[in-house]
């Protein structure tokens, strides 16, 4: 990993689909080791910052960079610097969900017998361990957010991406979740989250960024941000809500 | 080049044992076919056609052709299938988030449909020794006519799963085009016997080349030269793979 200061670099990214603007010229960094908030309304540009991050989409210009590896260019080593815990449940409906984590491992150059301890301690850790050996349709919408969680950790990630990881779990997984991402960012790492509750983004992060219709419209310290104010009230009034 | 051993022999890992859990579909199915065409042309009327210019019996002149033939569907079946099931499910985020090269992300997933491909392959040919067929005459012809020809179409597999927009159109290519080019390749007649004028057409059929490598490996009776088969198996084999990568590279139809 580059001693770089900066665990994400993005500077003039621009993104198309055909004629439509995803993102405008956006530019920001984050530190290592920050908790990020990247807020936005839906079709803000979050998801679509995220997948060109994480090398699922291309784009027409700007550089975006992960510990200063080009995403491009050196996109070998930025993507083992990265978890994404994605929005959807997409996996392999032919693996268990200890294989699935045992192979996803092996991707990122782990031997089978690491790779498993590892899919066995973090399928214990979020209270999957019972299930290792079911396919992951049997599992409850909770239970497969978990497991996308623990499939973006399998690889023990410098930089963690977690795209509305809390939507639709109920409390007492919202608080385990969050306990984890507080956990994961004192050892070091960094994350990088969005999501749609104001009160999970004031509570976890450090730094928030807003976007809207794709230009960064807010980015700095919480503190900086919100001033006396509640994040929905400073959220409202940067992305003209009413 | 390989730089990440583990994760590539990972992703091949995985696309064996794809396959291997629902064999009763990817495997025996196949086999089971080639042995019934074995029984019904090969012995039942085999043995009643006079077949004396090929220089071989009908029964051993259609085992190289049925081994081609299911050696071509299975392994474009087996990439075709897991790739375009990746993509329909989102699954192949998997891999598109993971430190592979894109060389080694289509080497991985190639390992699936060479496997396949031999496997069922090898089967057919064992069945047809138990029906009386000679020991191949060749036998490093065949290994590396059944691993170049199942080369080929693994990444024709991927070809088509990155274009194919639904299932019908993912076996669109293998019915209207592989298909009956096999067909006409050469896998259940000689081709010197066709009029003068299809003989010719057929030189311009790649499947007439694939079908005569194995011919020649297994019975050592060709309608073309060896070298000449090798070499365009060989040819076709590099062109699709380097096409796979640079479709993988540029995310065509993987990276929106």
């Known amino acids: 990993m580059r001693d770089s200061k900066f665990a994400i670099e993005i500077k003039n990214l621009s993104k198309y689909y055909g004629n ?17 908030a990247f807020l936005g309304p839906n079709g803000a540009g979050k998801t679509t910052t995220i997948n060109v991050l994480t090398g699922l989409s291309n784009y027409q210009s700007g550089d975006v960079r992960i510990f200063g590896y080009s995403t491009t260019k050196d996109y070998i080593q930025a993507r083992r610097l990265v978890g994404l815990c994605a929005q959807e449940f997409n996996f392999d409906p032919f693996l268990t969900i200890r294989n699935l984590l045992v192979f996803q491992a092996g991707y990122f150059g782990i031997l089978p017998p690491k790779a498993k301890r590892r899919a066995d301690e973090l399928l214990e850790r979020f209270g999957l361990y019972e299930k290792r050996n079911a396919k992951h349709r049997t599992l409850s919408g909770g239970m497969k957010k978990r497991l996308l969680l623990c499939r973006a950790l399998i690889h023990e990630p410098e930089i963690i991406i977690l795209d509305e990881p809390t939507a639709g779990c109920d409390l007492e997984l919202k608080f385990q979740i969050w306990n984890y991402l507080k956990e994961l960012n004192q050892e070091g790492k960094t994350i990088f ?50 | 080049m390989i730089t990440n051993p583990i994760g590539t022999a990972s992703l091949a890992k995985r696309e064996i044992f794809r396959f291997l859990s629902v064999a009763t579909q990817t495997v025996f199915p196949a086999i089971l076919s080639a ?54 499910h989102n699954h192949i985020q998997e891999l598109l988030l993971s430190p592979l090269s894109y060389f080694e992300m289509v080497l991985g997933l190639l390992a699936g449909g060479v496997m ?34 199942s080369v080929i179409f693994s990444c024709i597999g991927m070809l088509a799963a990155l274009w194919a927009e639904d299932f019908n159109m993912l076996n669109m290519w293998n019915i209207y085009l592989i298909i009956p080019l096999v067909l006409l390749g050469g896998v259940f007649h000689p081709v010197h016997l066709l009029p003068q004028i299809v003989q010719d057409i057929s030189l311009f059929n790649p499947m007439f080349y694939l079908v005569q490598g194995i011919r020649y490996s297994v019975t050592g009776v060709s309608d073309i030269s060896i070298v000449i088969s090798a070499l365009v198996t060989l040819v076709m084999a590099a062109v699709f793979f380097n096409v796979a990568v640079f479709l993988f590279k540029i995310g065509y139809k993987l990276r929106t």
């Open chain 1, 193 to 242: 989250l969005t999501t749609h509750y104001m009160e999970e983004a004031e509570k976890l992060c450090k730094t928030i960024g807003i976007i809207n219709s794709g230009n960064i419209v807010r980015i700095g310290e919480k503190s900086q941000i919100l001033q006396d104010k509640s994040l929905q009230d400073v959220f409202i009034e940067v992305t003209g809500l009413e």
């Open chain 2, 116 to 149: 396949r491909g031999v496997v069922v392959c090898t089967g057919i040919y064992l069945v047809s020794l138990m029906f009386g067929n000679f020991p191949a005459l060749h036998p490093l012809y065949l290994l590396y006519f059944m691993v170049m020809v």
């Open chain 2, 35 to 88: 042995s019934l065409f074995m029984f019904i042309f090969g012995v039942a009327i085999g043995n009643r056609i006079d077949f004396t210019s090929a220089q071989v019996s009908y029964f051993s002149f259609i085992v190289p052709g049925l081994m081609t033939m299911h050696l071509i569907s299975t392994s474009y079946e087996n990439t075709s299938f897991s790739l375009f099931l990746g993509r329909w």
């Open chain 1, 20 to 36: 439509l603007a995803a993102l405008k010229d956006v530019s920001f960094q984050v530190k290592r080791g920050d908790f990020f």
